[in-house]
């Protein structure tokens, strides 16, 4: 059964870059669509962007100018960048897979990551 | 970007209920819905897809339905593992969006 898991410094400070990585376990990155969304604590969901296997991406428009997603497919990871952080950039990230492009099948157990001076 | 709206925002209710909770978005996406549940602490679960396909592994007194701009999640008896909170999500157009979220308590 395929696994991700988020890894990335826990505390970033304001005006820096947020940079996480999911490392996929027991599948392949080939096929699917992956995910990148984030809950701010005690807050709704907020879906970031996705990185097909081929390479493509969709950012949220209200994120694009600050993010980027990418993928390592000999490491079998993805990887989200979040530039010139805030505090309203503080949030639980979490990736996603899914197959065809829209409902997220399989999720990393997630990372919170704080903006803090 | 399309707004999902999700009411009742809380829902108080008791083990062997039948629990409704709505989803409306504000403009039509077909039938391109997901509802996920969440608990504290844990990632979201994907719960139902296309507004009323049951995923696999998922216990059958759940069941979705809707299209356009109206959508339910359905729980036919409320069982204590249920008590969440859950999500509702579009893929018809980007970006994606969640509902609010609507908490189901213990009454």
């Known amino acids: 059964q395929v696994q991700l898991q988020e890894s990335g410094p826990g505390l970033v400070k304001p005006s820096e870059t947020l940079s996480l990585t999911c490392t996929v376990s027991?599948?392949?990155?080939?096929?699917?669509?992956w995910s990148w969304i984030r809950q701010p604590p005690g807050k709704g969901l907020e879906w970031i962007g996705y990185?097909?296997?081929?390479?493509?991406?969709n950012y949220n428009p209200s994120l694009k100018s600050r993010v980027t997603i990418s993928e390592d497919t000999s490491k079998n990871q993805l990887s989200l960048k979040l530039s010139s952080v805030t505090a309203a950039d503080t949030a639980v990230y979490y990736c996603?897979?899914?197959?065809?492009?829209?409902?997220?099948?399989?999720w990393g157990q997630g990372t919170l990551v704080t903006v803090s001076s | 970007d399309i707004q999902m709206t999700q009411s009742p925002s809380t829902l108080s209710a008791s083990v062997g209920d039948r629990v409704t909770i709505t989803c409306r978005a504000s403009?039509?996406?077909?039938?391109?819905l997901a509802w996920y549940q969440q608990k504290p602490g844990i990632a979201p679960n994907l719960l139902i897809y296309k507004a009323s396909s049951l995923e696999s592994g998922v216990p059958s007194r759940f069941s979705g339905s809707g299209s356009g701009t109206e959508f339910t999640l359905t729980i036919s008896s409320l069982q204590p593992d249920d008590f969440a909170t859950y999500y509702c999500?579009?893929?018809?157009?980007?970006?994606?969006?969640f509902g609010q979220g609507t908490k189901v308590e213990i009454k």
């Open positions: 999500q579009q893929y018809n157009s980007y970006p994606w969006t």
């Open positions: 996603a897979r899914d197959r065809y492009g829209g409902y997220l099948q399989h």
């Open positions: 990185i097909h296997y081929s390479g493509s991406t």
């Open positions: 027991g599948g392949s990155i080939s096929g699917y669509y």
């Open positions: 403009q039509s996406i077909s039938s391109w």
